[in-house]
């Protein structure tokens, strides 16, 4: 993509930032959404912080400046989410958040009674599916059966549930931390959840983020990243090269749309 150039650049950590510095390295090494901050020139504190931290990933400057136009429950040193984090910034950085739509259609199926409901929506071109699921593989993500009452007949039974696209996401970005025995690949083929077959079905996994517990409220994050044609893992300003993308304590999936 022109403009995108992948960084294997550390962040420090300034005190319980790892969940922060792993947001960033995730964010700015999924290529379209790098590119869309730094090629906007908003100009609200948020936001220019942001293109100017993608920017100058060494500089502590930036790493400050950005962390100073930050809400105070970011800015007090301690340990925060990275899942709500996440959700902050696309949701407050305009050209994160991204105004292109596009249509799910949800169907849930009784297999009891074979009743069934459809709900359509309009989502954001960056999609964030939070995700609780036992043993979950990407490649069911959009499909699957569950035991729950069922909102039609009250029945408790087993629901098949479903999810269909009429044009495929910028992005998708999976929250797994829920999940256990997470099995994922660095590709994923959309084509099969779409309502009509078109060009841009195919997705590739370009940074993934994980959580260490220690337990008592205490943990650490960390990102491996793509860049060019190696994983690099991120863990504050330490870097360094691995040979094999881990499953074990994976906690958010970054895919961008090929």
């Not at 797994?176 to 779409?194: A, C, N, P, Q």
Request: with cysteine; charged share 20%.
């Amino acid at each position: 993509m022109s403009g995108f150039r992948p960084t294997n650049t550390g962040i420090p950590n300034l005190g319980n930032t790892c969940y922060i510095n792993t947001a960033i390295q995730c964010l700015s090494h999924v290529p379209i959404m790098k590119v869309s901050v730094i090629d906007n020139q908003q100009s609200n504190g948020l936001a220019s912080t942001l293109r100017n931290l993608f920017k100058n990933m060494e500089s502590k400057h930036a790493l400050t400046a950005f962390q100073s136009s930050l809400p105070s429950e970011y800015r007090q040193g301690t340990q925060q989410n990275l899942g709500g984090f996440l959700e902050y910034l696309i949701y407050n950085v305009q050209t994160l958040k991204d105004n292109t739509t596009c249509e799910m259609k949800c169907k849930e199926v009784c297999l009891k009674n074979n009743t069934h409901m459809r709900v359509d929506t309009s989502v954001t071109n960056y999609m964030r599916f939070v995700i609780r699921s036992q043993n979950f593989k990407v490649s069911e993500l959009f499909s699957s059966v569950k035991h729950k009452n069922c909102r039609e007949c009250g029945c408790e039974s087993r629901i098949s549930h479903s999810r269909t696209f009429t044009t495929s996401p910028a992005v998708l970005i999976l929250d797994v931390k829920y999940s256990t025995g997470v099995t994922f690949d660095g590709e994923y083929d959309l084509s099969d959840r779409m309502i009509k077959l078109n060009d841009g079905c195919e997705y590739r996994l370009m940074s993934v983020a994980y959580h260490v517990d220690f337990g008592n409220n205490n943990g650490h994050f960390y990102a491996i990243c793509r860049v060019g044609g190696k994983w690099v893992k991120f863990n504050d300003n330490t870097t360094e090269t691995v040979d094999i993308l881990p499953k074990k304590n994976s906690y958010i999936l970054f895919y961008q749309r090929c």
